[in-house]
C-alpha cells in the first residue's frame, strides 16, 4: 500500500545529512558545554556554537541573538511571559492575533490570572490579521504584539513586515512564531522588525526536541527557566548538543534549498488545489495565494473530518484535520471535543468546522502522490455523504428547489 | 485491521456498515444529534407482531458514531420493543470492542436514538 505523508505541518521527516552530523555528538563527543577545558567539553561547545551560527543565517541574525530552547512551545512560552516579565510593572498589556498556537494563547492564563489585559484580535475571512487593528489596539501600557509568520492549519501568511513597522513605531517589543514557516519561505530578521522569532527544527527537517527563540541585542527578557548560566542567562540546563547540531545543520540545508523546495512544492500544491476543487461544496481555508508551499486546507459540507481522515488513512495517505472529533482523541471527556478556535476566527460554523482537511506537502513529495490523493478523495467524500442524514435533507431540498 | 485508537470491530463497521439506508414508512424514527461535536444519527425501525424485524441508519460523524450506529442496527433485529428499550451506550461499546473515553458519547447516540424511535413508534402506534 502506498505510504503518502501528507501532514508536514505537524513534523517533518529528518533529514538524512542531519542525522549524520548528530551522529558524532551521541556517540563520540558526549561532553557538557560547559566543561569546555577539556578536549569533549571543547568539541561540543565548538559545535553548540557553529550550530548557532548557523541557525542565526538562516533568519539574517547575529549568533549571540540565538537561543536554544527544547522546541517551539518553550520558545513561545519564553516570548510571552519574558516579554511581559522584561517590561517591567507598568507595561502589562499583551495583543494577539485570535488564530495563535496554543502555545502563545495558554502562555497568557498565569497573565491574566495576575490580572494582566489581554486583546485579541480578530482576523478576516482568509485569516489575516489587520495591520490598522493592531495599531488601534496598543496603549501606553502595551508590553507585547505577538503575531504568527504563517498559520499551520489553513496556511496563511500573515502581514507581519507592516505589524513591525506599527509596534517598532510605538516602542512595543513584537514576538513572531515563524514555526511553520521557517525554513520554507524567506524569514529576515533585518527586513522584519521582530524582536523575537520562535523557530522548531522539526518542522524543517530537524529532530525533534529543539527550538529557538531569536532574541533580538537589546530587548529585555526574563528568563522562565531558572539554574545556570547556558544560553546567556535566558535559558538554564545543559545544552541537548545532538539536538542543537542538527537545528544547526537543518537551517543550513534549509537556507541553500528552501528556494528550491518552495518551487516544487507551489507546484504540487496547486496540482492538488485544482485537482480537488470540482468536489461539490468544498471550501478552501486560508489566503488563496499568500500561503505556505504546498500547504492546502479545506472544509466539506456533509462529510465529517475524522472519518475523512479515517478513509484517507486507509488508502495510505496521513493528513490532519482541525475536527474537533479527531484532534483530541486522547482527551479526558468530552468537554476536550471542541471545534478548531482557527476555524472558528474565520467564521466556519462549528457544526460545519468538523469536516476540515490540511494536506500540508513536504519536500520528499511527489506529482505521483498528489494524483492519489486527488483521485481518492471524492470517492472518499462520497461514501460519507451517502449515509449522511444531512446530505439527504440537502438533496431533498435542492430537488424541490429549496 | 484496528487503526489508531479504534478496534478492528470498529473499523470493520466504519468501513463496511451494516444496514445503511431508510425505510420507506418506517414504523419508528427516531433522530439524535450533538451539532456541537458534529455528530449526527437517523435511526428508522420496521416493527411487525412488537418485534423490531428491520433496521436503517443514516450518520453524519465520526469512526465511532458510524460504527456505533452500525452496530447498533445489527444488535437491535429481532428484539421486542422492550428488548430493544433495554439497549445501553455499554451494550453497544462492548460489542464493538470498547470505545476510547472521549468517544463513549457516540454510544450514548445510539442508545438515545433507540429511544427516540420507539418513542415516535409508540406515538404512531398507540396502545401497541
Same mark, same amino acid.
Given at each position: 500500500m502506498a505510504k503518502v505523508f501528507f501532514d508536514h505541518i505537524s513534523t517533518t521527516p529528518l533529514d538524512p545529512r542531519v542525522l549524520s552530523a548528530m551522529m558524532p555528538y551521541l556517540t563520540e563527543w558526549y561532553g557538557?558545554? +560547559? +566543561?569546555?577545558?577539556h578536549e569533549q567539553g571543547q568539541a561540543s561547545l565548538r559545535a553548540v556554537d557553529r550550530a548557532r551560527g548557523e541557525v542565526a543565517a538562516l533568519i539574517g541574525a547575529r549568533p549571540q541573538e540565538v537561543v536554544f530552547t527544547s522546541g517551539a512551545t518553550e520558545s513561545n512560552n519564553l516570548a510571552v511571559l519574558g516579554a511581559v516579565d522584561g517590561s517591567g510593572p507598568a507595561k502589562r498589556h499583551v495583543i494577539v492575533s485570535e488564530v495563535e498556537h496554543f502555545s502563545v494563547m495558554n502562555a497568557l492564563i498565569p497573565l491574566r490570572n495576575a490580572g494582566g489585559p489581554v486583546t485579541v484580535l480578530p482576523v478576516d475571512r482568509d485569516g489575516l490579521v489587520d495591520p490598522a487593528a493592531v495599531r488601534k489596539a496598543i496603549r501606553p501600557d502595551t508590553a507585547l504584539v505577538s503575531v504568527m509568520h504563517a498559520n499551520s492549519e489553513i496556511g496563511t501568511i500573515e502581514p507581519v513586515e507592516e505589524v513591525g513597522k506599527v509596534t517598532r513605531e510605538h516602542g512595543v517589543t513584537f514576538h513572531v512564531d515563524a514555526t511553520a514557516s521557517a525554513g520554507h519561505i524567506p524569514f529576515d530578521v533585518r527586513e522584519i522588525p521582530a524582536d523575537l522569532v520562535t523557530l522548531s527544527a522539526h518542522n524543517f527537517y530537524g529532530p525533534k526536541g529543539v527550538g529557538a527563540l531569536y532574541i533580538r541585542e537589546g530587548a529585555k527578557i526574563g528568563a522562565r527557566t531558572f539554574g545556570g548560566f547556558q544560553e546567556m542567562g535566558y535559558r538554564a540546563g545543559t545544552e541537548n548538543v545532538p539536538g542543537i547540531v542538527g537545528m544547526g545543520t537543518a537551517a543550513a540545508i534549509a537556507s541553500a534549498e528552501a528556494g528550491a523546495w518552495a518551487g516544487h512544492l507551489n507546484r504540487l500544491g496547486r496540482m492538488l488545489w485544482d485537482g480537488i476543487a470540482g468536489i461539490p461544496l468544498l471550501h478552501f481555508t486560508g489566503h488563496p495565494s499568500n500561503r505556505l508551499p504546498g500547504h492546502v486546507s479545506f472544509w466539506v459540507e456533509h462529510a465529517e473530518g475524522e472519518s475523512l481522515l479515517l478513509f484517507l488513512n486507509i488508502r495510505g495517505i496521513m493528513a490532519a484535520s482541525g475536527s474537533a472529533c479527531s484532534s483530541n482523541l486522547r482527551g479526558h471527556d468530552e468537554e476536550d471535543l471542541v471545534a478548531s478556535p482557527v476555524l472558528r476566527a474565520i467564521g466556519v460554523p462549528s457544526d460545519i468546522c468538523t469536516g476540515s482537511i490540511t494536506f500540508s506537502l513536504g519536500k520528499g513529495n511527489t506529482e505521483e502522490e498528489v494524483r492519489l490523493a486527488v483521485s481518492s478523495l471524492p470517492e472518499i467524500v462520497e461514501r460519507l455523504r451517502a449515509m449522511s442524514p444531512t446530505y439527504l435533507d440537502y438533496q431533498k431540498q435542492t430537488a424541490q428547489g429549496g | 485491521m484496528a487503526a489508531g485508537p479504534y478496534s478492528a470491530k470498529v473499523m470493520d463497521h466504519f468501513m463496511n456498515p451494516r444496514n445503511v439506508g431508510e425505510i420507506e414508512g418506517a414504523d419508528g424514527i427516531g433522530e439524535v444529534g450533538n451539532p456541537a461535536c458534529g455528530d449526527m444519527m437517523r435511526l428508522y425501525l420496521k416493527i411487525e407482531d412488537g418485534r423490531v424485524v428491520d433496521a436503517r441508519f443514516r450518520t453524519f460523524g465520526c469512526g465511532a458514531a458510524i460504527a456505533s450506529s452500525s452496530m447498533l442496527t445489527e444488535m437491535i433485529k429481532g428484539k421486542t420493543v422492550e428488548e430493544a428499550r433495554e439497549i445501553t451506550n455499554h451494550s453497544v461499546a462492548e460489542a464493538l470492542d470498547g470505545l476510547p473515553a472521549v468517544k463513549i458519547h457516540c454510544s450514548v447516540m445510539a442508545e438515545q436514538a433507540v429511544k427516540s424511535a420507539l418513542d415516535d413508534y409508540g406515538k404512531k402506534h398507540p396502545g401497541q
Open positions: 557538557n558545554p +560547559s +566543561s569546555h577545558i | -
